[in-house]
């Protein structure tokens, strides 16, 4: 049988677990020296008053065994709050006891109580074991929509570019 997982809520003392989970994370996206923050960022963005992010700690048998961070957005659409998960991640040696599942479907029922009208996540297209878990669950590919994205240098330029 199974260990039974448990999730919480991460609180501040679980900083340094979740920038070790971020860099296991991008390890396996390809992207480990992409990885910028600090234990002070994870802390302001996090934990601090104001911070807009959240983080889920999962456990099996009092042992943490991944992750997620989500955030709140807003579909003018729908009007209507949306939940967007910004990284989602299980430790190799845990996968298949269904830590994953278990962190979705927690976000998924924090959604609906929340009264959101959509629960959205991305993906790396090469990512063929996440695709199909997601799609397992139910969950379809946004292919009309293309993400865009301003940082670094790109953003400060443009942010202080006079028009």
């Known amino acids: 049988?199974?260990?039974?997982?448990t999730i919480r809520n991460a609180e501040p003392r679980d900083v340094?677990?979740?920038?070790?989970?971020?860099?296991?994370l991008a390890i396996y996206e390809k992207a480990?020296?992409?990885?910028e923050a600090t234990p002070e960022d994870i802390q302001k963005t996090l934990f601090d008053v104001?911070?807009?992010a959240h983080a889920l700690i999962c456990e099996?048998?009092?042992k943490p065994v991944g992750f997620a961070v989500y955030f709140f957005n807003y579909s003018t659409w729908q009007g209507q709050n949306g939940l967007y998960l910004e990284d989602l991640f299980v430790s190799p040696e845990y996968r298949?006891?269904?830590?994953?599942?278990?962190l979705l479907q927690h976000l998924a029922r924090l959604a609906v109580e929340k009264g959101c009208g959509r629960f959205e996540w991305s993906v790396l297209d090469w990512n063929t074991p996440a695709i199909e878990f997601y799609e397992s669950l139910g969950a379809k590919a946004k292919r009309e929509w293309l993400g865009y994205r301003l940082d670094g240098n790109a953003l400060h330029d443009f942010a202080s570019a006079e028009l």
Do not use: Q, R
Not at 32 to 35: G, I
């Open 32 to 35: 480990e020296e992409e990885v």
């Open 16 to 24: 340094s677990l979740i920038l070790s989970f971020i860099k296991d």
């Open 1 to 5: 049988m199974a260990s039974p997982l």
């Open 60 to 62: 099996s048998e009092g």
């Open 96 to 102: 298949g006891i269904g830590a994953g599942k278990a």
């Open 50 to 52: 104001g911070a807009t």
